[in-house]
Structure formats: structure tokens, C-alpha cells
């Protein structure tokens, strides 16, 4: 067996481990998530049939006619909802579209919270209606796993395992289904997904329906990430790594096209992007400052931040 791009954790020590085992899944995270920003994830409690029904419903939405799909495209809402048609999104230093399109759901508010009023409604499509239920279920099973990994980085940082819980709680998270078409001639320069960081706290993907998806490692190579079967790959967010002062990593990565005997072939990924509410503060944590690691960035929130990045990808003007 080739040697993995990424270290691969099991989050049930954590979930339903002994002390000694919480502990060890505790380092073995925080380490990755220090030296590559990049960890596969096993036992993490995403049902794989949830996983597999969402991708049908995925496949099945994508395959409607251009027309039927502009309809759930909601003008001012920068995508945060509903359909992105393709060539919208670029990367924030290129000026060209990734060649895809997508579809997003979001934070559905259930508890009286009055952050529901900051969020748009989700966007359900009559055409194919499990699309958006089972969207709906899949993201709250991500955000379950997310927290769980979140609380183990919170030990990890000493901030005391409940620290991000009420800023996560009904927090801006995005689930989004991206498709990217079969290339059908040869792309001006643009690739499925040009070089990247994240915004948020962490994303959590699920294997992608075809290969890919590359890191840009330490010695400024392009590794490939193969995840294996029921396997979560989780990356540290640029949010995650502006609180922990660079301490924590949020790694460049990218979609590269396939083999050109492989170009009819669609690719479909579903990456859940694990947001906080907008008034988290992400100045940086005094324990990540010191004089070997000054202060790198300035104090900001969350709904700041991600307003400024949404401008940059060019889904607002």
C-alpha cells in the first residue's frame, strides 16, 4: 500500500474512549492539523447511506435541464443558498472560473434562536424534493462530527473542551454539493477547482465521486489525497488558523482535471464548511502569540471576515 498524503484518526476513541484514548486521539488531531492541516477521518458517525442518498439526489438535481436549474439560482443571496450556475466562482488570486456549478444549504434554525432571522431560507426543489430533506439531515450529521473534532481541538489549545459549542450552535455552516461538468474541450486555463485555502473553522468532505483533489505539502509539492472507503477527509479553515495565530494550518489546496481519457467523466463533491456565527471573534488566542510568533493578524469577526472573502471568490459584489 502507498504511503497516505494525510494521517488518518478514528474519532470513536474520542466520542466513546477511555481517558487514555481521548487523549492520544487528541494529539494525533492536533498534530495533523499543526504540521499538514489535512486528516482523514473514520468512525465519525456520518451514516454512509445518508451519504449515498444525498449523492443520488445530488446527481439526479445536476442532471435537470440549465433552465430548470437558473430557477433556483436567488439573485443577492452571493450563493449562500440554493443553485450557483457554472463559471460564477473563481479562486481569489485567479481571475478565471473553476469549472463548476453548485448548490448550497444552509443553517436551519429550529429553537426560537433570533439568529434565524440573519439566515436565508434553504431553497427546496420541486423537481427532485429528497434533494434538499436529505441535505437538510446530512447537515446536521456533519455538524455533530464537526463539533465532536472541534471540542478535541479546543483540549488541544487548552481553551477547555466546550469552547467553540455555543459559537458553533446554529452557527453559518455550508453544505454544498458541487458538480463538475465532463470538460468537453480544453480549458483556457482554468481548472476544476484553481489552488485555495478555506474560509471557515474546518470542512469536512466526503469522497468525492472521482479523483482529484490535491494539497500543496511543506516542500511546495502537490500531493494527491486518496480517501479510502467511509473515510472523511477534515481541513483546518483559514478562520481556525487566523484564531491560532498560524499555529494551526489551513492548507492550499486544489482540483486538478483528470487524465484526458477521463474527461467525460462528471465529478461530484459534497464538502461541509463548519462556520460559527457571525459575531465569533477571531482575534487571535494570546496563547498562539509569543515573541518567536508575533501577532499576525488583526482582531475580527467572523461575519467580517467572511463578507471581505465573499467578495474576494467574487459570489459578492
Known sequence: MSKRAIPLVDLSKFV????????????ELGEAFHEIGFVGVIN???SKQLIDDFYSASKAFFALPEAVKRKYEIVGLAGQRGYTSFGKEHAKQSKVADLKEFYQLGQEVTDGDPVK??????????E????????IQLYKAFEKAGAELLRAIAIHL???????????HNGNSILRA?????????????????????????????????GGLQLLNKDEEWVNIMPEENEIVINVGDMLQRLTNNYLKSTTHRVVNPPRE??????????????PKAE???????????EAHPLAYEPITAGEYLDERLREIGLKK
Open 16 to 27: 466513546k474512549g477511555t481517558p487514555a484514548q481521548r487523549a492520544e486521539f487528541v494529539a
Open 44 to 46: 465519525h458517525g456520518v
Open 117 to 126: 432571522a440573519d439566515y436565508p431560507e434553504n431553497v427546496h426543489v420541486a
Open 128 to 135: 427532485v424534493p429528497e434533494f434538499t430533506n436529505l441535505g
Open 158 to 168: 487548552d481553551l477547555g473542551e466546550d469552547y467553540f459549542d455555543k459559537n458553533i
Open 178 to 210: 458541487i458538480h463538475y461538468p465532463p470538460i468537453s474541450q480544453e480549458p483556457a486555463s482554468a481548472i476544476r477547482a484553481e489552488q485555495h485555502e478555506d474560509i471557515n473553522l474546518i470542512t469536512l468532505l466526503v469522497g468525492a465521486s472521482a
Open 262 to 275: 477521463e474527461w467525460h467523466l462528471p465529478r461530484l463533491s459534497i464538502p461541509f464548511f463548519l462556520h
Open 280 to 290: 465569533m471573534d477571531l482575534t487571535c488566542l494570546p496563547a498562539c502569540v509569543d
